[in-house]
């Protein structure tokens, strides 16, 4: 299975910007699919979540700006960011939990880290 994330990138602030994590491999299924973020010399930290019933969870951070959705037919997971502010400037990683086909197990995988760059 691999995760390929699009959709980074510079934006002044109040800005906004989409991001894209599509799966592809052997899928049986993806349970939750998630977003997280990175700033220089700190831990990853969780953006944005949704389960496979579609429920959301968010930082506090970032409630009321972003939205996270998904499409299970293209197993992708999208970040929809609004009012971008400067200290949105991360490097952004999705996160796919995914049931492989071959033995039904369970993994966690990760995109490639995208940039976002936010000015002021």
């Known amino acids: 299975v691999q995760l390929q994330a699009s959709g980074g990138g510079l934006v002044q602030a109040g800005g906004s910007l989409r991001l894209s994590c599509a799966a592809s491999?052997?899928?049986?299924?993806?349970?939750?699919m998630g977003w997280y973020r990175q700033f220089p010399g700190k831990q990853r930290e969780l953006v944005a979540a949704?389960?496979?019933?579609?429920?959301?969870n968010y930082a506090d951070s970032v409630k009321g700006r972003f939205t996270i959705s998904r499409d299970n037919a293209k197993n992708t997971v999208y970040l929809q960011m609004n009012s971008l502010k400067p200290e949105d400037t991360a490097v952004y990683y999705c996160?796919?939990?995914?049931?492989?086909?071959?033995?039904?197990?369970?993994?966690?995988?990760w995109g490639q880290g995208t940039q976002v760059t936010v000015s002021s």
């Open positions: 996160l796919q939990i995914v049931v492989v086909s071959t033995t039904r197990t369970e993994y966690d995988y």
């Open positions: 949704i389960t496979s019933g579609g429920s959301t």
């Open positions: 491999g052997s899928i049986f299924s993806i349970n939750a």
